[in-house]
Nanobody, 117 residues
Framework: EGQLEESGGGLVQPGGSMRLSCAASGLSFEDYTMSWVRQAPGKGLEWVAVISWDGNIIDYAESMKGRFHISRDNAKNTLYLQMNSLTSEDTAVYYC??????????WGQGTQVTVSS
């Protein structure tokens, strides 16, 4: 089934930037569409961004467009999320997830991003 492990979260000031990473193991990372999903305190899961297996198809949730950038390095089995112009509304646990065709079938444990002064 494989595993995903996020890293790069922490505390950042409003207006700042942060890059999250998601390392994949035990799966053919290069074959799969991958997404970032987040969960803010007291709220449900919110889809953030998606990238196709080859990186040619990318999409973002409306509120992330122009601020977030998803990318991948298939040679390193790693997914990235560059986040810029962060606000308190971006405070959440961020998860990477593998698209299994009928939904996400592999999730990471999540990494906390806190935007606060």
């Amino acid at each position: 089934e494989g595993q995903l492990e996020e890293s790069g979260g922490g505390l950042v000031q409003p207006g700042g930037s942060m890059r999250l990473s998601c390392a994949a193991s035990g799966l053919s990372f290069e074959d799969y569409t991958m997404s970032w999903v987040r969960q803010a305190p007291g709220k449900g899961l919110e889809w953030v961004a998606v990238i196709s297996w080859d990186g040619n198809i990318i999409d973002y949730a409306e509120s992330m467009k122009g601020r977030f950038h998803i990318s991948r390095d298939n040679a390193k089995n790693t997914l990235y999320l560059q986040m810029n112009s962060l606000t308190s509304e971006d405070t959440a646990v961020y998860y990477c997830a593998k698209d299994g065709g009928t939904g996400y079938d592999v999730w990471g444990q999540g990494t906390q991003v806190t935007v606060s002064s």
